[in-house]
């Protein structure tokens, strides 16, 4: 679900150290679909241009819904980052919270229309705030049901910002899959990597009433890992993302054609019964206090101590 004319453009530079994939097939072109050149060339002039986000701490207003809403305060938001777009809509359709029981909404339902292009919703909340306490059990989790996909869906995470007109995976600091071919995505603008899923579920792609999740585990180093209907689709799709804890990690659906979907970030019961669990929860992470930042010391420190903190 991605384009290649020619050349590489996956990346210009090795992964970070710390960053593992397993040994599957990179390839250059969609198994069905292709973007065009000139919206890759355009989003690596963006991202070029505008530096990551830096981790912070979420304002109280926000602090204070998730105390009240849990997990239904993550909903998914369409933003138009790239000005240079302001004539040109990608993001043909309407994003809901839908209710339960007289209750806010449990879940995000996205409906797109034939004429939606590629476009990348992301979350308002972090799923991995960077500056908050990592803890060190569990890890972060969200479903996604489908009810139509005549196009493609993609879901994974991202940082911000992100080229609002490409999918999840494509540019820095994104990893996805890609649901109408199952190829994995890390900063991948070609035709991205085998995952094994493929064959796992059939030798198709998901069909109406699939549900699909993106998990990271924090226990396992990092680890980006997938469901299908309940079941951890094996192998994990990536190891050693997001260790650094200096940026917030967003969730990411990229959308191209017509479709409706769900996301569950954790305000119903999940299918992987594993993740209905405390230690998956994503509201428990922001309750934490913030990591110190230097040592913590029981008796006042001398100043040659001092001066080695920086402080």
């Known amino acids: 679900m991605s384009w290649y004319r020619g050349h ?46 830096s981790a912070r701490l979420l304002p109280s207003r926000d602090i204070e819904r998730i105390a009240v809403e849990g997990c239904t305060a993550w909903e998914l938001e369409f933003q138009q980052t790239d000005l240079s777009f302001r004539q040109r809509q990608t993001f043909e359709g309407k994003i809901d919270s839908l209710s339960k029981n007289n209750a806010r909404g449990t879940a995000t339902e996205v409906e797109t229309t034939k004429e939606c292009k590629d476009c990348c919703l992301i979350s308002n909340l972090p799923l991995i705030a960077g500056l908050y306490y990592r803890p060190p059990d569990g890890g972060v989790y969200y479903e996604l049901t489908i009810q139509k996909m005549n196009g493609t869906i993609a879901l ?6 992100y080229p609002h007109y490409r999918l999840p995976g494509w540019h820095r600091l994104s990893a996805a899959l890609h649901l109408d071919d199952m190829r994995k995505f890390y900063e991948s603008s070609g035709g991205g990597q085998d995952s094994g899923f493929w064959e796992a579920i059939g030798g198709r792609p998901p069909a109406v009433g699939d549900t699909i999740g993106c998990g990271y585990e924090f226990t396992a180093g990092g680890t980006m890992f997938f469901t299908f209907n309940g079941e ?34 954790g305000g119903d019961f999940f299918k992987w019964q594993l993740a209905n669990e405390w230690c998956w929860r994503l509201d428990r992470l922001v309750r934490q206090l913030p990591a110190p930042q230097f040592p913590v010391v029981e008796d006042l420190p001398s100043y040659s101590h001092i001066d080695k903190l920086g402080i």
């Open 8 to 53: 590489d453009r996956r990346r210009t530079s090795p992964p970070p150290p710390e960053w593992t994939s397993a040994p599957q097939q990179f390839h250059v072109y969609g198994r069905f679909n292709e973007a065009s050149e000139e919206d890759c060339d355009r989003a690596d002039a963006f991202c070029s241009s505008n530096e990551i986000e």
């Open 232 to 265: 951890r689709l094996v192998p994990d799709a990536f190891k050693g993302l997001y260790l650094g804890g200096d940026r917030d990690v967003y969730a990411a659906i990229g959308i191209d054609g017509e479709t409706t979907f769900t996301v569950n970030f």
């Open 156 to 161: 994974g995470t991202t940082c911000r910002p």
